[in-house]
């Protein structure tokens, strides 16, 4: 017999260590607290992982907690560190560069005490931001939590490179649109022959509408000398103060300045140019709130048609002339498209959300300029299986797919498979676990696929059976770790 072993409470006392890292922490040992605390998280981690693999969703809901609250603890040991560090450097009781002279005992070396000098100068920047915004540390770890995915060193790097600009620092918003922004819009949605983009910046939306073949009407807050293919100069002002005299109705595409001013924008353009066709790049946020009389007024009075929201977030749009550190994007971001109506109105009810993956579009055709309407989203029309194609007839319940059904039985089946610990078939797993004869082949190729399970030699022309592998046996001991794991740190139960 190769029984499932028993887990050692020693091996998964996750949540005894990071009990302890934060008493060490509280008294002071700030150094061995960010060691132990590190060494959960980094346990924690790949253990998260080999769940998620596993799809034991409640279990990995436990793992991605006491991850989020090993690396608050992490955090703070280090930005403690980075303190003490500068503290001894003003009093010069640490060594710099590389010097020629012998080191005495009283010397400290950034080794010493337990980070580099790369991880203090990334503590410093931690501190400074923690300092700016309290609790800075705890809002970006539960936000990748609630987003269901694991809280990471990495997570709070990339939210410190994008911190919040001041309205100074911001001046004109000048954020240039990707152009994977710009394909999939153009893919997806038709509009007039003439279009106006109000914030032109320099042409990042212009281009390759132009390219699509539109006729683009340009101007800005800032004269950046900016000229369309066919010699037109862009014109200056203040969208907010402008007018549509001569222009009314025409449509607009344009990725708008954000914050504020994203809501008089919008309303500017619906109340004033009335335009057939509005497609605008906003933050997914611009969906919430209803303080703002001008946010009410575009997204409840007259809201959009259609929202594509990028499950895959668009690549960073850096302000022009940004020279901090290059990262990815922190931004949920979405194109707005507003139609309007025959009495002069926009929408119809709430908006229809589409979600888009900008990598899909990245070589699509533009959709012909002057055609209007868009592109639909698939849908089908389930057949009667007794009655010919042309049957109206449509299944109101949906059925699940088999790779749901497969997600749904997967750890019922491999917890089976341990506790029967002999060789099987499907017709006996079947009737192990009660699942359909479809299910329970597919499940068998899914764990073979992952060498969970191996096929036994067939010499007796029985239909062929297959036993767990030694993986297979990791894998379930993985599953019993975290088992153990939920049952001591549940997932509601947060500490931070």
Not at 68 to 88: G, K, Q
Not at 240 to 258: C, K
Not at 275 to 302: I, Q, S, T, W
């Amino acid at each position: 017999m190769n029984a499932l072993a028993p887990i050692s409470p020693a091996s998964t006392d996750l949540v005894g260590d990071l009990d302890r890292a934060r008493a060490l922490f509280d008294a002071g040992d700030v150094q061995a607290a960010k060691q132990l605390a590190d060494l959960v998280y980094s346990t924690v981690k790949p253990l998260g992982d080999a769940v998620a693999k596993l799809k034991l969703q409640e279990s990995l809901a436990a793992c991605r907690r006491i991850q989020a609250d090993a690396l608050e603890l992490v955090s703070y040991s280090e930005i403690r560190i980075a303190d003490e560090w500068d503290r001894l450097a003003k009093e010069g009781k640490t060594l710099r560069g590389r010097p020629k002279s012998v080191v005495n005992e009283d010397t400290l070396t950034a080794d010493s005490i337990g980070l580099t000098r790369d991880q203090i100068h990334k503590a410093r920047k931690l501190r400074d931001k923690e300092a700016a915004n309290p609790g800075f540390i705890r809002l970006v770890i539960e936000e990748k939590v609630r987003e269901g995915v694991s809280p990471t060193k990495a997570a709070i790097r990339h939210a410190i490179g994008t911190k919040s600009h001041t309205a100074a620092e911001k001046g004109d918003q000048l954020y240039q649109t990707p152009i994977e922004a710009m394909r999939t819009l153009l893919a997806l949605e038709s509009f007039s022959g003439v279009v106006k983009e109000p914030a032109v910046g320099l042409g990042a939306c212009l281009r390759p509408l132009e390219a699509a073949g539109y006729r683009v009407m340009i101007a800005d807050l800032v004269d950046r000398g900016i000229v369309t293919q066919e010699g037109d100069y862009q014109q200056v002002g203040d969208f907010l103060l402008s007018d549509a005299t001569g222009s009314e109705g025409v449509d607009i595409v344009t990725n708008p300045p954000y914050d504020d001013l994203a809501n008089a924008f919008a309303a500017h353009a619906l109340r004033v140019h009335k335009p057939g066709k509005m497609a605008l790049l906003l933050n997914l946020n611009f969906m919430c709130g209803f303080e703002d009389k001008n946010r009410r007024y575009v997204m409840d009075e007259h809201p959009p048609s259609r929202i594509y929201v990028f499950a895959h977030r668009l690549p960073m749009m850096h302000r022009e002339g940004w020279e901090g550190n290059k990262v990815s994007s922190q931004m949920n971001t979405a194109w707005f498209v507003w139609e309007r109506n025959e009495d002069g109105s926009y929408g119809q009810g709430n908006p229809q959300i589409i979600r888009v993956m900008w990598d899909d579009y990245m070589k699509a055709d533009p959709r012909p300029p002057g055609a209007g309407g868009h592109v639909a989203p698939m849908s089908f029309r389930a057949a009667s299986p007794r009655s010919g194609p042309d049957d109206e007839f449509a299944r109101e319940t949906v059925r699940k797919t088999m790779e749901e059904r497969i997600e749904e039985a997967q750890a019922r089946a491999l917890i089976w498979i341990g506790e029967h610990d002999q060789p099987f078939d499907a017709g006996t797993l079947r009737r192990g676990i009660g699942v359909r004869p479809s299910v329970a082949d597919a499940l068998i190729a899914d764990f073979a696929e992952r060498a969970l399970i191996a096929a036994d030699q067939d010499t007796s022309g029985a239909p062929s059976t297959w036993s767990i592998t030694n993986y297979g046996w990791e894998a379930l001991r993985t599953a019993a770790a975290v088992v153990h794991l939920r049952a001591s740190y549940p997932a509601e139960d947060s500490r931070l």
